[in-house]
């Protein structure tokens, strides 16, 4: 194998990309605010699960300024399903930072646009490169994978000091005549020809240039510590019902997981026998008729999981904590809830209670 080279590393990426890339609705945008949407979406989760996201969000907030006026439960419930809410909190920081501080427009320094709420050196190189055509580094999970194989980078990537190595890597290697679509490329090659397991080395573009495939390391690379396992939350869970067919429902606390998200009554367990329906009846100042067993239910997220019990019964109570609400099947509609809220609120709709 010949030494690498990285003009024709360059060409050979940017040439299939533009052959090859995925029609996604932010490719078809230079927009910044939009970019940087898609950016904050694409964080953590698939790009087949951010699209209809995405396109709604963008035609309910279609400015800055509509996002930024925009109270926050409105946010959250656009954001509803997609997890990692701070991102939507965030997202809406820095906007209204760009709105009050810049005129509504997205800074096209890093040094500024690192500074808005919630964006990160992979953020802002994406937005820098993508939406201003600036030759700055955007360093994701993806782009790492490619090049640890393509340079042979054995450094661990679950460290955060191994990302400046790929940052300075990219700035070397960065395309500055069309650095949109080198960085776009890499992302690309690394979520659909050179994936963490098994990959598609015959149909990679710039397998000639690639170290790890001549050395028959590709499968090797990266070297990635396992994260820790996870800690587990034990709760039971309450979908309780008035006379009126309206719901309980509790906002939760400002700040924490899934901050001001609602959710149905919830008692964590001391043990797994434990029979929480007099703490709730205590907690929340009501008297709970439980009716029926509604099952188990497991939601993980990333550094803990929630095993859940959910419980579904009848109460005439009206004396309730200040965060809670009774609320029609139509209110509830309307409300930001997590993903376990609504995995056991779909399953009490499909019972036809």
């Not at 003009?7 to 609705?25: G, M, Q």
């Not at 719901?247 to 008692?267: D, H, S, V, W």
């Amino acid at each position: 194998m010949n030494e690498f080279n990285k003009i024709t590393f360059r060409k050979s990426l940017i040439d299939w990309y533009l052959e090859e890339k995925r029609n996604l609705p932010w490719r078809e945008t230079n927009d910044p605010y939009k970019i940087w949407v898609s950016e904050i979406m694409l964080q953590q989760t698939r790009v087949d699960t951010v699209i209809p996201y995405y396109n709604r969000f963008i035609d309910i907030f279609p400015t800055m300024e509509d996002l930024a006026n925009a109270n926050e439960e409105k946010l959250l419930k656009q954001w509803e399903g997609l997890g990692y809410y701070s991102r939507a909190r965030n997202l809406q920081a820095g906007v209204r930072e760009v709105v009050e501080t810049y005129n509504s427009i997205v800074p096209t320094t890093r040094n500024e646009i690192s500074s808005l709420k919630g964006v990160g050196p992979y953020t802002a190189g994406a937005i820098l490169s993508i939406a201003y055509g600036k030759p700055e580094h955007a360093v994701d999970g993806n782009v790492m994978r490619v090049l640890s194989r393509v340079l042979l980078i054995k450094e661990d990537i679950a460290k955060p000091k191994t990302r400046k190595i790929f940052e300075v890597a990219v700035t070397e290697i960065i395309d500055s005549q069309d650095p949109s679509s080198f960085n776009q490329g890499l992302m690309e090659l690394g979520a659909v020809i050179c994936t963490p397991t098994s990959p598609k080395c015959l149909l990679c573009p710039v397998r000639d240039n690639c170290t790890a495939y001549y050395v028959g390391e590709q499968n090797n690379l990266p070297v990635k510590t396992k994260n820790k396992k996870t800690k587990a939350l034990h709760y039971d869970i309450y979908v309780v019902q008035n006379d009126k067919k309206q719901f309980l429902m509790e906002k939760r606390a400002e700040t924490g997981l899934l901050a001001n998200m609602y959710q149905f009554p919830m008692i964590e367990l001391a043990t797994k026998e434990a029979d929480t329906i007099p703490l709730l009846d205590i907690r929340y100042g009501i008297h709970f008729t439980k009716e029926i067993d509604l099952g188990p239910f497991k939601h993980v997220f990333s550094h803990l999981t929630w095993e859940m019990n959910c419980f579904v019964g009848h109460s005439t109570e009206d004396s309730l904590l200040e965060t809670c609400k009774w609320l029609t099947i139509e209110e509830i509609k309307e409300v930001p809830m997590p993903v376990p809220m609504l995995k056991i609120w779909q399953a009490y709709i499909e019972r036809g209670n």
